[in-house]
C-alpha cells in the first residue's frame, strides 16, 4: 500500500484523514449517465490502496446504489477508511420540502428526528457498518428547527452510530444557528478554482470554530481535470449536459488555462488535474479536497495528488493563470 499523503484532523473530533476524499456521487449514475458498478467498486479499492481514507457518499446518490457500492468496496477494510455520508434527503416520506425527483421517487428535504433515525439505520446498512466517521446534514430543511436536527444528531453520536457532525449546503446564517446548537466538526461545501464564495462566507466561521472543510466538486464536474475538450458530448442524463460552463467558448477558456499549466505539472511530473487538486488542498481554510472517480485510473491520479506540495511561486503561478482565462466563467 501507497500511504504517504498527509493526514489533517477533522475539526475537533480527533479523526485524523488524507487530504485527498474520494466522492462517490458520480458512482451512483443518476445525473451523471449510468455507473459501472465493478468500475466504481474498483475505483473505491484503488483509492483505498493509494492511501486515501476519506470515502464521501450519500444516500440520494442512486437512491442508496452509491452506498451499496461503497459498502461493498470497503469490506474487510472498514478500519481504513473515514466514512462520511449523510442524511436530510429523504424519499420514504413526504415532509419536509419537495426537492427534486430521482428515478420516479419524489425527494424532500427533511431533518426532522425520526427521519434522521431511520436514515442511519438504513446507511448502516448499505455501507456495511456499524458506525459512520462523518454524518452530514446534506441539504437544510426550512421546516425543521437546527436544534432538534442537531439533538438528533448528538444523541446518535452518544449512542456510538456516528463519530463526527457536520453540515453542507448551508448559508453562514444557518451554519452559526448549528454551531450554537452544535459541536459543528466539519462543513461540506462546492469549493474549486471556479466556486470560491466560501472564501468570504462560511471559511471565516469555521476558522473562529475550529471546523473542517471538505471542498466538493474540487475539479468542477470536471471541468478542470484537463480532460473534456470542445465539442465534448455528454450521454444520458448526465447533467453536463446543459449546464452553462460546458459551453464550447468556456471550454476554449479551460483548454488555455490548462496549457498555461502544463509546463508546471511537466516539471512537477504530474498531470493538469493533479496540479489544479494540489492547488485546492493548498488553499486557506480547505481542509481536504473530495474528487470523484469512475474508475481505478482517476482515482490513482487524483490520490496521488495529495503528495503534491506546491511552493508559493508556484501558487502564485497558477493564480495568474487563473486570473487569465478562467475568470468570467460563470456558475
Not at 459512520?132 to 452518544?158: C, F, G, N, R
Amino acid at each position: 500500500m501507497v500511504n504517504l499523503m498527509p493526514v489533517r484532523p477533522m475539526g475537533n473530533s480527533r479523526i485524523d484523514a488524507g487530504v485527498i476524499g474520494l466522492g462517490t456521487w458520480a458512482m451512483g449514475g443518476w445525473m451523471w449517465g449510468g455507473t459501472d458498478e465493478a468500475e466504481a467498486v474498483a475505483a473505491i479499492r484503488a483509492s483505498i490502496d493509494q492511501g486515501v481514507s476519506l470515502i464521501d457518499t450519500a444516500p440520494a446518490y442512486g437512491l442508496g446504489k452509491s452506498e451499496e457500492l461503497v459498502g461493498e468496496a470497503i469490506s474487510g477494510r472498514r478500519d481504513e477508511v473515514v466514512l462520511a455520508t449523510k442524511c436530510g434527503l429523504v424519499w420514504h416520506t413526504d415532509k419536509g420540502n419537495h426537492f427534486f425527483d430521482e428515478h420516479g421517487q419524489r425527494v424532500h428535504r427533511y431533518l426532522g428526528r425520526e427521519s434522521i433515525f431511520f436514515e442511519v439505520e438504513q446507511s448502516l446498512k448499505r455501507l456495511r457498518t456499524d458506525y459512520i466517521d462523518l454524518y452530514i446534514t446534506h441539504w437544510q430543511d426550512p421546516t425543521t428547527s437546527v436544534s432538534e436536527t442537531m439533538d438528533a444528531l448528538l444523541d446518535l453520536k452518544q449512542q456510538g452510530k456516528i463519530r463526527a457532525t457536520g453540515v453542507s449546503n448551508v448559508s453562514p446564517d444557518e451554519l452559526e444557528a448549528y454551531v450554537a446548537a452544535g459541536p459543528v466538526d466539519a462543513i461540506q461545501e462546492r469549493y474549486s478554482m471556479l466556486d470560491r464564495e466560501i472564501e468570504a462566507t462560511l471559511l471565516p466561521i469555521c476558522r473562529r470554530h475550529g471546523i473542517a472543510t471538505l471542498s466538493y466538486s474540487s475539479l468542477a464536474l470536471g471541468l478542470l481535470s484537463g480532460r473534456i475538450a470542445p465539442g465534448r458530448v455528454f450521454s444520458g442524463d448526465d447533467q453536463r449536459n446543459d449546464n452553462p460552463r460546458f459551453a464550447p467558448e468556456n471550454l476554449e477558456r479551460v483548454a488555455a488555462f490548462i496549457a498555461a499549466i502544463e509546463p508546471l505539472a511537466a516539471a512537477r511530473q504530474a498531470t493538469p488535474a493533479q496540479v489544479v487538486i494540489a492547488w485546492t488542498i493548498a488553499q486557506p481554510g480547505i481542509t481536504y479536497a473530495l474528487c470523484g472517480a469512475r474508475n481505478p485510473g482517476q482515482a490513482t491520479e487524483n490520490a496521488r495528488a495529495g503528495t503534491l506540495s506546491l511552493s508559493d511561486s508556484e501558487l502564485a503561478e497558477i493564480d495568474q493563470a487563473i486570473a487569465a482565462h478562467l475568470a468570467g466563467i460563470g456558475a
